[in-house]
Structure formats: structure tokens, C-alpha cells
């Protein structure tokens, strides 16, 4: 069982308590030109005109239909210059594609030039201030600015996966070695460490009720709990069909679950409640700081209330379990902020 994995547990627990360190390239899509801001303001949910200069935003990309077919950091790097990153980018370059007729801007794929190294951890703004030319102490959550390692030109973004203090260090792929020689020699008084594991993906942004499309399949934006980032004031994909659904009940929710039975559930298992099928779950994990089983559900609205219990057919076995909120670990986020 993961609970007993003691590989996954050290990783997990350097990631809370000192500093670990690991290659979470993404795909990455440049945008620019004249339009660049009112198209991605169209084709994002969230407001891209107000992002500042070396800085990024969280948002969600929609269908017509209201439903969320990718989430994306955006980081603005001049006026009219951005880089996207997800994890679709071919089917982010067709849905530009599809839009992009009456805007003046230009993308390009520039995944092959950049590689991303997330350094995470309470230690890792100390780490990351012996390696780099220009301290850090400043670095507000989602600053991105430029900086250099070994007089290397990259980029640092205060940012990351984990729910702790973080860092993303944008670089040439070529600079790979580099990188990690300096984070493991400067971060020895670190207890610095390269994750080996998939916590990364799993225990770690599951206590944090972190999201991956697999998690948001199918889903508005209400119904995955991010109605914060509609911006009403402007125009875009899906906003037509969200004004339909708005004003009612989510018709289902994403929620997190506990479980007291020390099982691996499979992802996509049905949930039942009284022999009914009610619902799925998207995620699964041990969660090696809370100690709990613990995973996300999506619901029917009439069963998605939190302290319901469900059956997760798992297999020839039906889990018990209960529903709760997403986030099981520091729900305040002292930890992000580093307070």
C-alpha cells in the first residue's frame, strides 16, 4: 500500500519540511502582437489585461458549452508578450486556430527552449538565494522575473504544486546539469533531495485539493469550485452558456473524500449511495502529512454536501468513505505564503 511506501513518504516529507527539487517542464506557447492581450482575454476565463508586467495568472480555457477543456498559467512577460503553459498544446494551438480570425497576434511553440525546474519547500527560497546573482526575499506569489544561476540568464517564479513556499526556475534545457549540480551542492545544509517518486502528482496536491484536468473533466467553472475566476465584466468563450447556469445549483460538484480503509482506489471508480450511482472519483492518494486516505469526487448536487457517505465500488469491494472539502492541509495556505 502507499501508505507503507517509504520511497514516496521521504519525498513527500522533504517537500514539507526542508526543500526538494525536480523537472516539471510543461509545453509552452508564446503569444504576442498588437491583439495578444484581447485574444487571450477571449479565450481565457480569468482577466489577462490586468496580469502585471513579470507576473503570471491561474485561469481556465472554456468550450461553447461553459465546460473547462484546460487550466493554465499565464505569464506576462513585455505589454503584449506572454508565455501559456499546459500540458495540451496541441489542442490549445487548434483552439487558437478556431478564434483567432479578426485578432492581430502571433503564437509560437517554444517548448523545445525552455525547461522548468520547481524547487519546493520552507527552505527553498534559502536555497535558492545562494545559487542565484539577485536575491529573492522580495518575490511576491506569482512574480516572475528575470535572474541568473552561474551566470545563466533564467527566469524565477514564485510559484508551484505543493502548497508550500516554491519556486519555478525557467532556464534552457541545455542548462539542465547546471541547475542541478548547484541545487544539490548549495542545498546539502538543505537536506536538499531530487524526487525519485510521483508525489509530486499525487499525495502532495491532493491534500492541497490541487487540480489536473483529469480532476475538471466535464466540468463549468461552478462546479469545480472556481467561480472566483469568472470575470462577467469582459467577453469570452463559454460565457453565453455560464449565464444559463449561473444563477442555479451546480447540477454537480467536485469534493474531496476520507476513507478510515487502507485500500488503493481506482481512479474513475463509481460512487453509490443506496444502491444509486451518485458520482466518480477523479483522484486518489495517501496523504503522508494528514495520514488519511484521501482523494476528490465529483457528485450529484443532492449528495455533494460534505459528511456524506458514500460507497466507492472498488473493484468487487464497496469503500466506505465520507465526503469532504477539497483542501486537507493548511487550509489558511500559511504555507504558500510563507508565513
Known amino acids: 500500500m502507499l501508505k507503507n511506501d517509504q520511497v514516496r513518504r521521504k519525498d513527500h516529507e522533504t517537500i ?13 506557447l508564446e503569444v504576442g502582437g498588437k491583439d495578444a492581450t484581447k485574444f487571450l482575454d477571449y479565450i481565457f476565463l480569468n482577466s489577462i489585461h490586468n496580469t502585471k508586467l513579470d507576473g503570471a495568472k491561474y485561469t481556465t480555457m472554456l468550450n461553447e458549452d461553459g465546460i473547462i477543456i484546460d487550466d493554465v498559467i499565464v505569464f506576462r512577460l513585455e505589454e503584449d508578450l506572454y508565455w501559456v503553459s499546459t500540458l495540451f498544446i496541441k489542442e490549445m494551438k487548434e483552439w487558437f486556430e478556431k478564434y483567432k480570425e479578426g485578432f492581430d497576434f502571433q503564437y509560437k511553440d517554444i517548448t523545445e527552449e525552455i525547461s522548468m525546474w520547481a524547487v519546493q519547500g520552507p527552505d527553498s527560497r534559502k536555497l535558492l538565494n545562494k ?4 536575491n529573492i526575499d522580495d518575490m511576491k506569489f506569482f512574480d516572475f522575473k528575470e535572474n541568473k544561476v552561474d551566470n545563466i540568464p533564467v527566469r524565477i517564479s514564485r510559484s508551484g504544486f505543493t502548497g508550500e513556499l ?23 545544509e538543505f537536506n536538499v533531495k531530487e524526487m525519485e517518486t510521483d508525489v509530486i502528482l499525487t499525495s502532495i496536491p491532493a491534500e492541497k485539493g490541487y487540480v ?16 472566483w475566476s469568472i470575470r462577467w465584466n469582459k467577453d469570452f468563450i463559454g460565457k453565453e452558456a455560464l449565464e444559463k447556469v449561473k444563477d442555479d445549483n451546480p447540477k454537480q460538484r467536485l469534493l474531496g473524500y476520507i476513507t478510515d480503509e487502507d485500500v488503493d482506489i481506482e481512479e474513475k471508480s463509481i460512487i453509490k449511495v443506496d444502491d444509486k450511482e451518485v458520482g466518480k472519483v477523479t483522484k486518489s492518494a495517501y496523504g503522508y502529512t494528514v495520514e488519511k486516505n484521501i482523494g476528490y469526487v465529483v457528485l450529484d448536487k443532492e449528495y455533494a454536501n460534505k459528511d456524506q457517505e458514500i460507497g466507492i465500488v472498488n473493484g468487487d469491494d464497496v469503500v466506505k ?9 493548511d487550509k489558511d495556505d500559511e504555507r504558500r505564503y510563507g508565513r
Do not use: Q
Not at 545559487?131 to 539577485?134: F, V
Open 212 to 227: 489536473i484536468m483529469s480532476d475538471l473533466e466535464g466540468l463549468n467553472p461552478y462546479e469545480a469550485g472556481f467561480a
Open 321 to 329: 468513505a465520507v465526503v469532504t472539502d477539497r483542501v486537507f492541509y
Open 166 to 188: 516554491g519556486y519555478e526556475i525557467y532556464a534552457n534545457p541545455k542548462c539542465g546539469d547546471i541547475l542541478r549540480k548547484e541545487l544539490l551542492e548549495k542545498g546539502k
Open 16 to 28: 514539507r519540511k526542508h526543500v526538494g527539487f525536480y523537472d516539471f517542464t510543461h509545453e509552452v
Open 131 to 134: 545559487i542565484l546573482e539577485e
